[in-house]
């Protein structure tokens, strides 16, 4: 079992729908959280970022993590095209001096048509 | 433009063959992480340096290895060469801020192909 289980998709939406995105992990550990958007052909630019349980919202983007189940979400509220992209969850358990290494999901690719 | 850069953009190489990918951090970054991307396996963390010195380890293989200089640009080398290497490689760079919120900055990758 990987240690970051995500749905590839892929998952086609239309203009405006709202978006849900999920990881699931199996490493008590993780501390920090983080979504990633992958246009492609280009690396990976961070979106988000949380600190152990709760929301954190910024813009149209919303982040959660529910601890207990080892469950992260991402929510995209009236998506646009531009969003069309892959979704990479991120995660770590290390804190020290540095972030440490990082946990990624496979990525869910989406499409937001118009 | 996440201000990491990666030379080169694209390689094509044969089997048994060794190269060598740049990665210059963002200015100021003390760490640099190398991930390895394929379509199987998804983003890889390899390893990390910080500030010149390892500081983990991940999925990296005895043929590839890696190095921080001075100046804080790393090489990542691949000896060796087997079609299964054919991937994207991106670097890293971050640097612990004062406020506790640390950024893995992401290159643009290098994308390699072994024939």
């Known amino acids: 079992q990987k240690e970051v289980e995500q749905d590839p998709g892929p998952l086609s939406v239309p203009e405006g729908a709202i978006v849900s995105l999920n990881c699931t992990y199996s490493?008590?550990?993780?501390?920090?959280f983080m979504w990633y958007r992958q246009y492609s052909r280009k690396g990976p630019e961070l979106l988000m970022y949380?600190?152990?349980?709760g929301n954190k919202e910024d813009g149209r983007f919303t982040a959660q993590v529910d601890k207990s189940s080892k469950y992260i979400s991402l929510f995209i509220r009236d998506s646009q095209p531009s969003d069309s992209a892959t979704y990479l969850c991120a995660m770590s358990a290390d804190r020290g001096s540095t972030l440490g290494r990082l946990y990624f999901g496979r990525g869910t690719q989406l499409t937001v048509w118009p | 433009d996440s201000g990491v850069t990666q030379t080169p953009k694209h390689l094509i190489t044969a089997t048994g063959q060794r190269v060598t990918l740049r990665c210059s951090p963002r200015?100021?970054?003390?760490?640099v992480y190398w991930y390895q991307q394929s379509l199987d396996q998804g983003l890889q963390f390899l390893i990390q340096y910080y500030n010149g010195e390892e500081r983990a380890k991940g999925n990296i293989l005895e043929r590839f290895s890696a190095q921080q200089f001075p100046d804080l640009h790393s090489e990542l080398n691949l000896s060796s060469l087997e079609l299964g290497d054919s991937a994207l490689y991106f670097c890293?760079?971050?640097?612990?801020?004062?406020?506790?919120?640390?950024?893995?900055?992401f290159g643009p990758g290098t994308r390699l192909l072994v024939l």
């Open positions: 890293a760079s971050s640097v612990a801020p004062r406020d506790g919120q640390e950024t893995q900055y």
């Open positions: 490493n008590s550990a993780f501390q920090y």
């Open positions: 949380t600190y152990s349980s």
């Open positions: 200015s100021g970054d003390l760490s």
